[in-house]
């Protein structure tokens, strides 16, 4: 049974309110989060081996008005001292009424287990500014506790990760954030706490030949009282220029993803999902869209050097 329009509006509204102190708990959700590792794991800074630059921008549940959309820039680069690697982004989630931007700083610090083996502890400093406009609603029966807008709600938090690599594999787990914070939550007209997002993340690079690199991958999120997330992915590099690939959301969607290294240092990508829950059946649900932009401050010396694939 396909949802109506009328009807999903009628949950979405639901959603906002039910979930107003929830959307600073969880973190933002990608699919190509594979050039946004620093945001689920502060342990990938500066593994690149330069200073490396992204902008991402993932609209979801497109011709819906009110929908989820994300905004996301991120640097992050080893510095002068062996094996420190800093970090900074910034992410803005907005979704209905709600608008949530936050501040994060990472720091890791990198041991050389062997000659490609490199094991990275990290740690996150973030900083959240929550907003929550009832004025925008329309309430079919003005509650006046809803009155008031919630503007530049402050809340701090930490985090941390383990990031292990070498020329062709990788795999970490981490906690980007740690402190249950609490936020106003309109459902109850109480406070509800954030809980913590335990990450998950592995992939290996196989050489099929010379023009051909096959990267499986995972990502696995869990959080105490949500439905554990697996991603899976499958991604083809091709001369070391153009990048196809598919995914899976457990039980939530099917993705498409494509890239172009237009340049030695600059890498164009763009993502499609498509929901396999009812929602995704919906006629006014054109599904999600990715962009990602990323520059990396490489040096090349004659031939082009090899992209890395994550």
Do not use: C
């Given at each position: 049974m396909k949802l109506?329009?009328?009807?999903?509006k009628?949950f979405?509204l639901?959603?906002?309110?039910?979930?107003?102190g929830?959307?600073?708990q969880?973190d933002a959700q990608y699919t190509q989060?594979?050039y946004n590792?620093?945001?689920?794991?502060?342990?990938?800074?500066g593994s690149?081996g330069h200073l490396?630059?992204?902008?991402?921008?993932?609209?979801?549940w497109?011709?819906?008005?009110g929908a989820?959309?994300?905004?996301?820039?991120?640097?992050?680069?080893?510095i002068?001292?062996?094996?420190?690697?800093l970090?900074?982004?910034v992410v803005n989630d907005?979704?209905?009424p709600?608008s949530?931007?936050?501040f994060?700083?990472d720091?890791?610090?990198?041991?050389?287990t062997?000659s490609e083996g490199r094991?990275?502890?990290g740690?996150?400093?973030?900083?959240n500014?929550?907003d929550i406009?009832?004025?925008?609603?329309?309430?079919?029966?003005p509650?006046p506790i809803?009155?008031g807008d919630?503007?530049?709600?402050?809340?701090?938090n930490f985090?941390?990760g383990?990031?292990y690599?070498t020329n062709n594999?990788?795999?970490?787990?981490?906690?980007?954030?740690?402190?249950?914070t609490?936020?106003f939550?309109?459902s109850?007209?109480?406070?509800?706490n954030?809980?913590m997002n335990?990450?998950f993340?592995l992939?290996?690079?196989?050489?099929l030949?010379r023009?051909?690199k096959f990267?499986p991958?995972?990502l696995?999120?869990?959080?105490?009282?949500?439905?554990l997330?697996v991603?899976v992915?499958?991604n083809?590099?091709m001369?070391?220029k153009f990048?196809?690939?598919?995914?899976?959301?457990?039980?939530?969607?099917?993705s498409?993803l494509a890239?172009f290294q237009?340049s030695d240092?600059?890498?164009?990508?763009?993502?499609?999902?498509k929901?396999?829950?009812?929602?995704?059946?919906?006629t006014?649900?054109?599904?999600?869209f990715?962009?990602?932009?990323?520059?990396?401050?490489?040096?090349?010396n004659g031939?082009?050097?090899?992209p890395?694939?994550?």
């Amino acid at each position: 049974m396909k949802l109506s329009k009328t009807l999903f509006k009628r949950f979405f509204l639901f959603l906002v309110l039910s979930s107003a102190g929830v959307f600073a708990q969880q973190d933002a959700q990608y699919t190509q989060y594979m050039y946004n590792t620093t945001s689920v794991n502060p342990g990938y800074a500066g593994s690149r081996g330069h200073l490396s630059i992204a902008a991402l921008y993932r609209s979801q549940w497109v011709g819906l008005d009110g929908a989820p959309t994300t905004q996301t820039l991120n640097l992050h680069s080893p510095i002068g001292y062996k094996g420190v690697g800093l970090g900074f982004s910034v992410v803005n989630d907005k979704i209905g009424p709600t608008s949530e931007t936050s501040f994060d700083i990472d720091f890791s610090y990198t041991l050389y287990t062997s000659s490609e083996g490199r094991l990275s502890f990290g740690l996150k400093a973030s900083a959240n500014l929550l907003d929550i406009r009832f004025s925008e609603l329309r309430q079919v029966s003005p509650d006046p506790i809803l009155d008031g807008d919630i503007e530049n709600r402050f809340s701090p938090n930490f985090g941390a990760g383990v990031y292990y690599h070498t020329n062709n594999f990788y795999a970490g787990l981490s906690v980007p954030r740690f402190l249950e914070t609490s936020h106003f939550d309109a459902s109850t007209l109480s406070e509800a706490n954030e809980r913590m997002n335990f990450y998950f993340i592995l992939g290996y690079v196989w050489e099929l030949n010379r023009f051909l690199k096959f990267k499986p991958s995972l990502l696995t999120k869990a959080v105490q009282g949500a439905p554990l997330q697996v991603d899976v992915s499958a991604n083809f590099m091709m001369k070391n220029k153009f990048v196809l690939g598919v995914a899976y959301r457990w039980d939530a969607a099917l993705s498409g993803l494509a890239g172009f290294q237009v340049s030695d240092n600059i890498f164009l990508g763009v993502a499609y999902d498509k929901e396999i829950t009812e929602l995704g059946n919906a006629t006014f649900n054109d599904g999600s869209f990715e962009l990602v932009f990323r520059y990396d401050f490489v040096k090349v010396n004659g031939s082009m050097k090899s992209p890395r694939f994550f």
